[in-house]
């Protein structure tokens, strides 16, 4: 993988964020590949966020996936499309898919997908046209996407202001021990393994995470949940899931070899998303059908257990 290297110089680099200064003063790097194509940033020979600031003196060395495209060709992918006018498209994203390109991921994501649907040859610089918030690869359902610049910028502030309710359907390896209720705590990268979250309930550690979960059957030792997000961070439900005891069933990340599904993906699909649209006063709200691997699940469960406890 290419390395490059880069000392700070100059005292108009004095508290200037890492992603900036390298853009600035690099010449051949941006902020967006620098944030989608660095497999590894480092400072003074220690692991470094791009948020941070530096100073003179300071010596950068990241590592580089290869090769890092300059653009986003459009690529002929069906989409299932929910809704679409002149503004946003909604998608029912395919489970496997993933959102945005990124290191590892240079071509297949919905924004190539989304690029030859509007009919734009290519996108120079902007792995993420069009995309307002993300689903993980392994996650299936609802995704708003903006079409033009503005609506891209609109959408964001319903996102950035906590406006937009999500629901998504998981089914657990277990049962929460209360059929409703929430989970308040902080998410940060695990220092063990940094593909990985954890969560802390201490403020100062980590970021802010708020759950809400509801349990609409129970089959045995599963359970069918629907889950109402308040904040986004990467992993939340995931992660939420696990401290409650019952992670989702087929998470490769967070969950636990199931003898009764064994080759079960990820369980977790984005079900539901009301959102306020440019020039609507009212709300517009958008329903993902469920996925057929969450009702070949189901089926199995309904007949092992056929005196399931149902809302």
Known sequence: MPTQELKVTGIDAQGIRLDKYCALHSGSVSRSSLKNGAVTVMVNGNTAKLSRTVRNGDLILFVWEDPIPHTTEAENIPLDILYEDSNITVVNKKQGMVTHPAAGNWSGTLVHALLGHWNVSENENN??????????KDTSGIIITASNFQTEEWLKKQFSSRKVKKVYAAILQGVPKYLEGEVR????????????????????KGKYSHTDY????????YAL????????????????????????????????????????????????????????????NFTAPTPVRFKKVMNRLHKL???????
């Open 305 to 311: 257990y056929p005196e399931g406890w149902h809302r």
């Open 214 to 221: 509801r349990i609409i059957a129970i089959y045995g030792n």
């Open 127 to 136: 792995f993420r046209r069009g995309i307002v918030h993300r689903l993980d």
């Open 225 to 284: 949940v629907l889950f109402r997000l308040h904040t986004g961070r990467t992993h939340q439900i995931r992660i939420h899931s696990k401290y409650l005891g019952t992670p989702i069933l087929g998470d490769p990340i967070y969950g636990r070899k199931d003898s009764l599904f064994p080759s079960a993906t990820l369980m977790l699909h984005s079900r539901f998303l009301s959102i306020f649209l440019p020039g609507n006063k009212k709300r517009s």
């Open 185 to 204: 705590t902080h998410l940060l990268r695990d220092p063990k393994n940094r593909k990985r979250f954890t969560w802390s309930d201490n403020p100062v």
